[in-house]
């Protein structure tokens, strides 16, 4: 391992140097069609937990090649794209060409500074925070929070540790790696449990945590109206 996994810039950069491995490392394939179904699938997830309205202003953490942005904008008032690699936001950008209300913006990795408190209707992040510490993980969980408006909703996802396709993740990379060669971005579960918790400390509410096809867990919650 040449790259401290927290070193999120300098890690993605280097997986994102083409467009084929930038493909790659976002979805493990470089089929166009299947990775617009797959956009799909996600659009329809978040429309059944944080529900996708016309007027929202939307925020993915971790927006790679705009994957689920391409398919999400048109049915929303703004959808904002950030994401650490500047090489993944390049090629995001011209997949997203044509889609005006689109914006990407190149975040640090631990934080969404560019962005004001209680700004944003829904903020999402899927197939990311695998790739984080769980301290990071729950740092973009309390500035979602700080960035959304009042009322407004969060979308998170990960591989869950319990589910048997979750298990085999871990214990192939377990079998697969020795310490001190695991590569920086290898795949880390969640479990139900931290995920809510993680909502919940942070001060979520109407929090929900569900599993799915034997291998997600995901959560989402509301920020509290105002008083
Ligand atoms: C597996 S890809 C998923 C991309 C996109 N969410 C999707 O589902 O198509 C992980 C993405 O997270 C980004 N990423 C990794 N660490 C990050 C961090 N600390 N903050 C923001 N983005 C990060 C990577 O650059 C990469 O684009």
């Not at 799909?40 to 953490?61: F, K, N, P, Q, S």
């Not at 929303?76 to 889609?99: E, F, H, K, P, T």
């Amino acid at each position: 391992m040449s790259q401290l996994r927290g070193d999120y810039k300098a890690v993605w950069n280097s997986l994102s140097g083409s467009k084929h491995a930038a493909y790659l490392h976002v979805a493990g394939h470089t089929d166009e069609d299947k990775f617009h179904d797959d956009g799909e699938d996600t659009a329809d997830i978040l429309r059944a937990t944080v529900g996708i309205r016309a007027a929202d202003v939307v925020l993915e953490i971790g927006c790679g090649v705009g994957r689920v942005g391409r398919v999400l904008a048109p049915f929303v008032g703004q959808w904002i794209g950030c994401d650490v690699s500047a090489n993944m936001l390049r090629l995001a950008g011209r997949r997203l060409l044509g889609i005006p209300n689109t914006r990407l913006q190149e975040i640090s990795g631990y934080d969404l500074r560019p962005f004001a408190d209680n700004s944003i209707d829904v903020v999402y992040t899927t197939v990311v925070f695998m790739h984080l510490e769980e301290w990071d993980r729950y740092t973009y969980v309390l500035e979602a929070l700080r960035v959304l408006k009042p009322g407004g909703r969060f979308y998170c996802d990960n591989v869950d540790l319990a589910s048997p396709a979750g298990w085999r993740v871990f214990e192939e990379s377990r079998l697969q790696f020795k310490p001190g060669e695991r590569p920086s971005q290898i795949s880390k579960c969640s479990t139900q449990p931290e995920i809510e918790t993680f909502l919940r400390r942070a001060g979520f509410g109407d929090v929900n945590v569900a599993t799915r096809l034997n291998f997600w867990v995901y959560g989402w919650g509301r920020k509290p109206e105002a008083k």
